[in-house]
């Protein structure tokens, strides 16, 4: 079965510093990967997917994830935040042969001045 | 950019009663889905659907549960008979073959 661990439930940043959320996943089979961003009482939105092809891969806002297959991960990154940026950022893995989304738990991140 | 439409935003109910959340799917989409969120937890799957048929459902999306299509635009979760655990936020998704969702904003339901 599929699974999606993010280690990390809080990550404080200051601005201008750069930022890691790792997200690790669990599959028999070979996956889809996904990060979402979920700002305060908002929905959520795509920041970034693999699908296939290149293992890194640019998103909006400056965000970019890798896929490491050996390790079966795909961790967030951006060089250098932004106030802005402050938000939970969720983790979500779907087996190429099924539909269903299933997210980590998600990370806080927390940038301040 | 196209997007995936929720109504209501939010939604307050009495226990016992009757829900419906309403969506508009993104109009090329093929497949469907219904996620909830309670506070402070992670994002759960709660049904697929497919070809105007549930294509996979989770444990959570019990006989209470049902979704529909009505028409061509709309994809409703009906909950017939809430109780106080169904206070979460609600989130309709659509997406192609492949690929990624497109999440809608969203409905709170909170049961009193």
């Known amino acids: 079965a599929q699974s999606v661990t993010q280690l990390d439930s809080q990550v404080p940043v200051f601005e201008e510093a750069p930022v890691e959320l790792r997200c690790n996943y669990s599959?028999?089979?070979?996956?889809?990967l996904f990060w979402y961003v979920q700002y305060p009482n908002q929905g959520l939105q795509l920041l970034l997917k693999y699908l296939s092809g290149s293992t890194l891969v640019k998103g909006i806002n400056g965000f970019e994830a890798e896929f490491n297959k050996s390790q079966t991960s795909f961790h967030l990154r951006k060089p250098s935040v932004h106030i802005s940026d402050t938000a939970e950022y969720f983790c979500?893995?779907?087996?190429?042969?099924?539909?269903?989304?299933?997210f980590g738990t998600g990370t806080r991140l927390l940038v301040s001045p | 950019e196209p997007e995936v439409t929720q109504t209501p935003s939010h939604q307050v109910t009495q226990m016992g009663q009757e829900v419906i959340l309403r969506c508009v799917p993104i109009s090329n989409h093929l497949y469907f889905y219904w996620y909830r969120q309670i506070l402070g937890q992670k994002v759960e799957f709660l049904v697929s659907f497919y070809n105007n048929e549930i294509s996979e459902k989770s444990e959570i999306f019990d006989d209470q549960f049902s979704v529909e299509r009505p028409d061509g635009s709309n994809f409703t979760l009906k909950i017939r008979s809430t109780k106080l655990e169904d206070s979460a936020m609600y989130f309709c998704a659509s997406s192609e073959e492949g690929g990624g969702y497109t999440f809608g904003s969203g409905t709170r339901l909170t049961v009193v």
């Open positions: 599959s028999s089979v070979s996956v889809y």
């Open positions: 979500a893995v779907r087996d190429t042969g099924f539909q269903k989304l299933v």
